[in-house]
T-cell receptor, first 114, second 116 residues
């Protein structure tokens, strides 16, 4: 069965620090990869996604992620975090041709202090 | 464009009762998916409907069911509620069910179900 692992449960950073959140998945076939964010009291919203092509994808608010197929990884990065990035971040996988079913990781809570 | 809407936003039920939750997708979206979010299990896929047909189902008991209407609105039903069904139930819609890279799944605010 497919699964998604997010290595960090809670990350605490100061403003301007760099961020990298790890995500690994287990599935041997073609996958589509996503990072979603849930700000306090708000809906889940899409940060970025990878379907094919350039493995380095850029999303909203300065986030980017790199797909490394050989490592089954899709890590999220941001060079300089802001207090407003405080939120919960979810990595998700969709097996190609499986409809919209997303398999989510357990999430990483990011706390940014000003 | 209005986003995904879910009603009701909050619900309190007792064990053994049944409940129906409603989701209105973004206009023009044909795919609706449902997820359960709990602190322990995280986000788990329940099922997906596309053009009124269930296209995909997660690993949940038969007490969880759903349907989609011709206007793409969807309902999910949970019968014989258990304490463990307390969760945030999220609905998401997309135009084509992620069939192409330009398709995106948008989530609603969720319905918070508490089972006493």
């Amino acid at each position: 069965a497919q699964s998604v692992s997010q290595h960090n449960h809670h990350v605490i950073l100061s403003e301007a620090a760099s961020l990298e959140l790890g995500c690994n998945y287990s599935y041997g076939g073609t996958v589509n990869l996503f990072w979603y964010v849930q700000y306090p009291g708000q809906h889940l919203q899409l940060l970025l996604k990878y379907f094919s092509g350039d493995p380095l994808v850029k999303g909203i608010k300065g986030f980017e992620a790199e797909f490394i197929k050989s490592k089954f990884s899709f890590n999220l990065r941001k060079p300089s975090v802001q207090w407003s990035d405080t939120a919960e971040y979810f990595c998700a996988v969709n097996a190609n041709q499986a409809g919209t079913a997303l398999i989510f990781g357990k999430g990483t809570t990011l706390s940014v202090s000003s | 464009k209005a986003g995904v809407t879910q009603t009701p936003r909050y619900l309190i039920k007792t064990r053994g009762q049944q409940v129906t939750l409603s989701c209105s997708p973004i206009s023009g979206h044909r795919s609706v998916s449902w997820y359960q979010q709990t602190p322990g299990q995280g986000l788990q896929f329940l099922f997906e409907y596309f053009s009124e047909t269930q296209r995909n189902k997660g690993n949940f008991p038969g007490r969880f069911s759903g349907r989609q209407f011709s206007n793409s609105r969807s309902e999910m039903n949970v019968s014989t509620l258990e304490l463990g069904d307390s969760a945030l139930y999220l609905c998401a819609s997309s135009q084509l069910g992620l069939a192409i890279s330009t398709d995106t799944q948008y989530f609603g605010p969720g319905t918070r179900l508490t089972v006493l």
